[in-house]
């Protein structure tokens, strides 16, 4: 499976709850993703399902919406 290292992460301010969150549990979330390793069972030549899968992959581990982020390709074996 291929695997991808989230970066840069953004969460969806509109998402319903959120702005119940402080500015510090926002950056902790935030802080949690980042640099989080994942394993994405799709084709990443598919580039809009993929990068969708990777978005809901963050959804789950978090339970909040995703509005932006960044990943980098994690070659197998490092």
Request: glycine residues 6%; hydrophobic residues 30%.
């Amino acid at each position: 499976m291929p695997t991808v290292q989230v970066y840069d992460v953004k969460f969806d301010t509109t998402d319903e709850g959120f702005e119940s969150l402080t500015h510090s549990q926002v950056k902790m979330l935030e802080g949690d993703i980042e640099g989080q390793i994942f394993e994405i069972d799709c084709d990443p030549n598919d580039t809009e399902e993929f990068e969708y899968q990777i978005c809901e992959e963050i959804t789950s581990e978090t339970g909040w919406l995703v509005s932006h982020f960044n990943y980098r390709h994690i070659l197998a074996g490092n």
